[in-house]
């Protein structure tokens, strides 16, 4: 077996063909096609079962394409370290930050990485559930990740700082009077909520648990963006990171009483190398005061 098979079938799973993968990777069809019929003799078992919608993993599949991506995050780590010298360095990282957490602070810390580092090639996707961060953060798959502090968060976790929660309110909505809402004068309010393994439906839960709200839902999203949009519209009220409330919106967002906030911290992979190193020293350089993103009399 080789890295290029496992980067071979990896793109297939992704792609669900072998012609856009072979697109993908810039090679002939037929080159993906005899690697992926090789790993599977060799391997001795199916890998991809052909579906209507496409090829999709067996069984076997999922679980060997779980250590192939391990092998090849390890491989591309090992090459950046290997070649990075002085202020060059050249590589891939990834990078996975909890939905609604740092989405202010994450941009401005990467943007000043690719300064340091132009040729760094940098991948960054959400993930709204924090088991599935610190899943993934185990298995070696990601450089660093970006999430809220739990109680099982790992003990060398790095803090960096906190994000406070504001809740987002429709156009002429009473409570747009105060400078600071109280959580019990939204009884009776329908909520925009959020998925139901996610973080932020978490934290939402637990608040409207503590201050004796009736949870009644009046839709759930996957966005942060689209919760603040819709909240925004009259849909119902909602409650979100105040870093993650969209420019535009400012005006309908107010801080709550009793305050609410999470600890935002930093996980980064066994053994840094110099990228991670210097992206979480540019996290730690950014704002994480939260409620200073929007002023209540805008």
Known sequence: MSLRQFEYALAVAEEGSVT????????????????????????GVQLFARTP?????????????????????????????????????????????????????????????????????????????????????????????????????????HHLGDEEFVVVLGAGHPQLAADRVELRELEGEPWVRFD????????????????????????????????????????????VPASAVPYGYEHLVRPVFPVVSQPVIAVVRPGPGPAETALLEFLRQESWRGSAVFSPAS
């Open 20 to 43: 856009a993968a072979a697109e993908r990777l810039h090679v002939a069809q037929p080159s993906v096609s005899q690697q992926i019929r090789g790993l599977e003799r060799e391997l």
């Open 53 to 157: 919608t496409g090829l999709v993993p067996t069984v076997a599949g999922r679980a060997f394409l779980r250590e192939a991506q391990v092998a090849v995050s390890a491989s591309r780590r090992a090459r950046a370290t290997a070649r990075a010298h002085a202020d060059e360095l050249v590589g891939e990282l990834v990078v996975a930050a909890q939905m609604g957490f740092g989405t202010r602070q994450l941009p401005g810390a990467l943007d000043a990485l690719r300064r340091r580092f132009p040729r760094l090639e940098v991948t960054v996707f959400e993930e709204p559930s924090s088991a599935e961060l610190d899943r993934l953060c185990r298995r070696g798959v990601l450089d660093l990740a970006l999430m809220a502090a739990c109680e099982q968060s790992p003990g060398d976790a």
């Open 196 to 239: 139901r393994d996610s973080a932020l439906d978490g934290v939402l839960l637990n608040v409207l648990r503590d201050n004796e709200l009736t949870p009644a839902t009046a839709a759930r999203v996957s966005q942060t963006a689209t919760a603040v949009r819709w909240a925004a519209h009259g849909l119902g009220v909602t409650l």
